[in-house]
Nanobody, 115 residues
Framework: QVQLVESGGGLVQPGGSLRLSCAAS????????MSWYRQAPGKERELVAR???????DFADSVKGRFAISRDNTKNTVFLQMNSLKPEDTAVYYC?????????WGQGTQVTVSS
């Protein structure tokens, strides 16, 4: 059974940084691409960043140059380093992967950027 557990969210001032983690279990982590999505109040869930099993990365235009995604296959964990945070980055952030023709989601972690 696929399990994804996010952590690391919180309240941060504009310009600050946070590092999100997602611990995965129930599948062979190293074989699969991993993604971070976010959903702000009243908005649709959007893809933020993705890392393949070959370590290729993609980012939403809104976070390019500010966010970085990485993975540690020895710990079955994917990370999202968020720098230069803006109020518009406020959202619930979700870890996700596509396995067996279905997308699995974590429970999400709240990130709030506010002074």
């Amino acid at each position: 059974q696929v399990q994804l557990v996010e952590s690391g969210g919180g309240l941060v001032q504009p310009g600050g940084s946070l590092r999100l983690s997602c611990a995965a279990s129930g599948f062979t982590f190293s074989r699969y691409a991993m993604s971070w999505y976010r959903q702000a109040p009243g908005k649709e869930r959007e893809l933020v960043a993705r890392i393949t099993n070959g370590l290729s990365t993609d980012f939403a235009d809104s976070v390019k140059g500010r966010f970085a995604i990485s993975r540690d296959n020895t710990k079955n964990t994917v990370f999202l380093q968020m720098n230069s945070l803006k109020p518009e980055d406020t959202a619930v952030y979700y870890c996700s992967t596509w396995i067996s023709r279905a997308r699995s989601w974590g429970q999400g972690t709240q990130v709030t950027v506010s002074s």
